[in-house]
C-alpha cells in the first residue's frame, strides 16, 4: 500500500516528441485516480512511467518514499493489467496467475493458496485449468485482474482494461472494478479514453491533452467546473454546447449578445462569476457554454432566460431521454437534453429556456475558464 | 451440386501448371529414382531387391561421405541457428548503427559462391594471406585446406554465407511477438533470461523450425564451395555425400546412386518429422 508522488515528470522521445511534459501529481494511498485524455495525449504514458516499462526523461516519480526512477518494473511492486490482457498464452489460467509468484520465489503452497483465493474472489475458479484461448473476452478480463491481484501489490495499474469488451460487459466490469477497489484497499491507476469510465470509476479524474494536465478534480467538480473549454467539451455526452457572444450593459444589468447579430441576449444574473469580473468582461467577445441538460424546450420564455424563434432540425428518441438537435436564428445550433418523453417533433418550432445560473464563460483567446466554483475567476 | 463440381474443375484447372512442373521434375524422377535402386541396371532391369542399399552401406566411400555429412551438419546448423539468434537478440536492443550492422551480416548473400570461394582461396591458399601472415611471425605455412582444420574452415565458410539471412528471419520473428507480453513478465518479476525461455521462445519455434530446416538444407549444400574450392576428391575431412553422388554419377552406377539418395532422402525426412513434432509441442497455443 502506497501513495504515488510525480513530480515535474517528463517524457521526450528521440526525436524531440514531448510525450508528457512536466506532469505534477500527488496520489494519495488507497485512492482510485483516473488518467483521462484523447489518445496521443501522454496518459498511457504516464503510466508505464509508474509502471518502469519507460524510461524518465526528467523529473522524479516516487512510490511510497521510495524513489523509483531508475528502479527495474519488477522492484516496484506494482501490477499492471494491459489492454490486451496480455495473457501467457502457452500457460493455464492457473499458471499465468502464479507466474509472478514463482518469480518472487513464493513457496509452492502458498502459491496455491493465493491463486485460489483470488480466483474465488473473482468467480473464476472454473476457469483456472484452462488456456487463454480457451476464454472469452470477460474472462479474459478477469483473469488479467487475477493476476494482477494474487501479488498483493502497492499499486494497481490499468491500462484501458476494458475498452476491449462489448458495451454491456463493459459496464459491469466498470461496477466490479470499483467494488474489487474498496474490498482490496489499494492504490489504484486507471488509464481510459472513455468519459464514462472516467465520471464512474474515479475518486479523482486527471484530465490530459498533449502532454499536459489540464484539471485534476472530483468527477463531480469536473463535470460542474471545467478549468477551460477542452475540459468542458470533453466530459459530458453530448457534449457542451458553445456559442460566441459579446458581454454587454445596459440598465437591465449586464448581459451576453449571441448569434450573428446578436439576436439573442441572455441576461448573466446568478452565473457564477463575481461582479467584478464580469464588469471587466463588458465589451469583450467571449464563448459561452451550456450543457444540454440545462436547457429545456418550451414555447415562450421570460426575457433575457433563453433563445427564441427555433425549431428542432433532428429528435433522437433515446427511450429515457431525448436529445433535440435546435436550429436558432443567427446561425445558432445546440444540442437540448430532455427527459421522458419526446416533447417536440422534428421541425417543430420552439424556444429554450435557459438556467443562466448553469452558464459557463469561456475566454476566447485561451479557452480558460472565467466562471467558477467560487463565484468568481477561473481557478 | 453441379456447381461444386464446376468449383473442382477450376481450381484444379488452376493447380494444373504447377503441379505438371512438379510432377515433371520431382516426382516422376523420384519414382524412376526407387525402380534403379531395385534393379541390377537400367537396361536389363532385373529386380534385385535390396542388393544396391546393401552395397551401398558396406562402400567406405559412402560411410566415410555419410560420416562427414553427418559432423558437418550436426555442427554447422546448430551453431548457424543459435548465432543467428543471438545477433537478432542483439540488433533488437536499441544500439546504434543497427542498419549498418544488419547490411554487413546480410552482405554474404549478396556475393555469388565463386566470389566467395575465391575470397577463401586467397585466405586459406598454400600461398594465401593466413599463411604469409604466420610465416612474418615466424610460424611455418600450413596447407590449410588439405589439413584437419579444413573442416573448420568450411564450417566459417557455411556460417559467414548464412548467418545474415537466418538473422533477418529471427528479427522478423523477434518483432512479431506482441509487446505486452513480454512487458507483462517484466512487471510480474521475470529476468532477461526467463523472458526469453517462457515466452519469446514460444513465439520463436515456427521460426526456429524453419531456420533449422533451411540451415539443414543449405548445409547439404555446402558442397558447392567444398568442390569449387578442393575439387572432386578432397581432403578426407571434406569428403561429403555429395561428392560420392556426384563421383559415382561420374562411374555412371545408377542403381547405387539411385539407393544412396533414397537413404539420404529418407534420413532427411525423418530428421525433419521429429522438428516438426518437436515446434508442433514448444509452440502449441501460441500460434494465432
Known sequence: MAGITLKEVTKIYPGGVRAVDGFELEIADREFVVLVGPSGCGKSTVLRMIAGLEDITGGQIHIGDTLVNSMAPKERNIAMVFQSYALYPHMTVYKNMAFALKMRGVKKAERDARVRETAEMLDITRLLARKPRALSGGESQRVALGRAMVRHPDVFLLDEPLSNLDAKLRADMRAEIVKLHKKLETTFIYVTHDQTEAMTMGDRIVIMNAGHILQVDSPKDIYDYPVDTFVAGFIGSPRMNFAEGVIEKDVGGIFAALGSNGEHRLALEGVNATAETLTGLVGRRVTLGLRPEHMRVVSGHAPGAGFSGGFADIVEVLGAETNIYADLPGGLRFIVREWGDEPVRRGQALDLAVQTEKLHIFDIETGAAVTGRIGGGAR | ?288
Open chain 2, 1 to 288: 451440386m453441379k456447381r461444386r463440381i464446376k468449383e473442382r474443375i477450376f481450381s484444379f484447372g488452376y493447380l494444373l501448371p504447377s503441379l505438371a512442373g512438379v510432377t515433371v521434375f520431382f516426382i516422376a524422377p523420384f519414382i524412376q529414382i526407387i525402380r534403379y535402386a531395385l534393379v541390377d541396371n537400367p537396361v536389363s532391369n532385373n529386380f534385385v531387391g535390396f542388393e544396391n542399399f546393401i552395397r551401398v552401406f558396406n562402400n567406405n566411400a559412402f560411410r566415410r561421405a555419410a560420416a562427414n555429412t553427418a559432423r558437418f551438419s550436426a555442427i554447422a546448423v546448430p551453431l548457424a541457428v543459435a548465432l543467428s539468434l543471438l545477433l537478432a537478440m542483439m540488433l533488437e536492443a536499441k544500439i546504434p548503427g543497427k542498419s549498418k550492422f544488419r547490411t554487413f551480416f546480410l552482405s554474404p548473400m549478396m556475393v555469388p559462391v565463386a566470389s566467395i570461394v575465391l575470397i577463401w582461396q586467397v585466405l586459406f591458399d598454400y600461398n594465401g594471406a593466413l599463411n604469409s601472415v604466420l610465416a612474418s611471425l615466424g610460424i611455418s605455412p600450413v596447407d590449410w585446406m588439405k589439413s584437419d582444420y579444413s573442416h573448420v574452415i568450411v564450417v566459417l565458410l557455411f556460417l559467414w554465407k548464412n548467418l545474415g539471412y537466418n538473422m533477418i528471419l529471427f528479427m522478423a520473428a523477434l518483432s512479431n511477438i506482441p509487446k505486452a507480453l513480454i512487458e507483462a513478465a517484466n512487471v510480474d518479476g521475470a529476468s532477461a533470461f526467463r523472458r526469453f525461455w517462457q515466452i519469446k521462445f514460444r513465439f520463436l519455434s515456427p521460426t526456429l523450425l524453419f531456420v533449422t530446416i533451411l540451415s539443414l538444407i543449405n548445409s547439404f549444400k555446402v558442397f558447392r564451395e567444398i568442390y569449387l574450392l578442393t575439387g572432386n576428391y578432397p581432403h578426407e575431412n571434406l569428403y561429403l555425400l555429395q561428392h560420392f553422388m556426384n563421383n559415382t554419377f561420374g562411374n555412371i552406377d545408377y542403381q547405387k546412386l539411385s539407393a544412396a539418395a533414397l537413404i539420404m532422402a529418407l534420413v532427411m525426412a525423418i530428421i525433419i518429422g521429429i522438428l516438426f513434432l518437436a515446434e508442433g509441442r514448444i509452440g502449441r497455443d501460441v500460434e494465432q
